[in-house]
């Protein structure tokens, strides 16, 4: 988005996902919680505030995300 002109300034994140939904793992190091650190840290490593998170848990979930003004909504399936 940088390299297309866009100000990281002007960027806010909506974090959506990471749940533990593979059996097996326990809770502090599923995969899901491991990609939901990396986003956290690169996100915050690059200046860009999280407006919203909707994350963890043990089941999936769907998004629906508009473009046309940045609205974003999930719900876990």
């Known amino acids: 988005m940088v390299s297309r002109g866009a100000s ?17 793992f326990s809770a502090r190091r599923s995969i899901g919680n491991l990609n939901i650190a990396v986003a956290q840290t690169v996100l915050q ?6 407006t919203s998170e909707h994350t963890g848990g043990k089941r999936g979930r769907k998004l629906l995300f508009y ?4 609205a974003a909504f999930s719900k876990e399936i």
């Open 8 to 24: 990281k300034q002007r960027m806010v994140a909506k974090i959506v996902g990471g749940a533990g939904v593979l059996d097996g």
């Open 67 to 70: 473009t046309g003004n940045g």
């Open 45 to 50: 490593e690059n200046g860009i505030a999280v």
